[in-house]
């Protein structure tokens, strides 16, 4: 566990929480860009978390479950384990789709990733 790292927020400090993680995603998706979970709880500075915590994984869910309902895409795409470079199973756990292994998965994240860059992507210069 992380120094200082919390297993818990307050009802006080969850919103800023969550606005803050949402930032911090939608940054990345600007700039195409992945995140691991460790470099996320490195740039929170509302609170210091652990990727590997109950409460780290619950905000970023409900983080990415409203940007979803708001049209943001799966957010939660972004967000890759440091040795693989794609999310963790609890991202594909979330999958209710029937597919046929773990190549179909990563060409679903992979769709999702495109998604939210193509969403989130910065104008291009000078056009």
Partial sequence: MRANARTRVTDMER???????AAIL????RQRQTITYGNLCDRLTTVALDPGTFIFSHLLREVCGEELRK?????CALVVLKATGIPSSGYFAREIVD????DMLEALWRSELDEVFSRWAEPA???
């Fill in 15 to 21: 919103p800023a929480v969550k606005a803050e993680m």
């Fill in 26 to 29: 939608i940054e990345c998706a």
């Fill in 71 to 75: 049209g943001h895409g799966q957010l």
């Fill in 99 to 102: 597919v046929s292994g773990p």
């Fill in 125 to 127: 210069e000078g056009g």
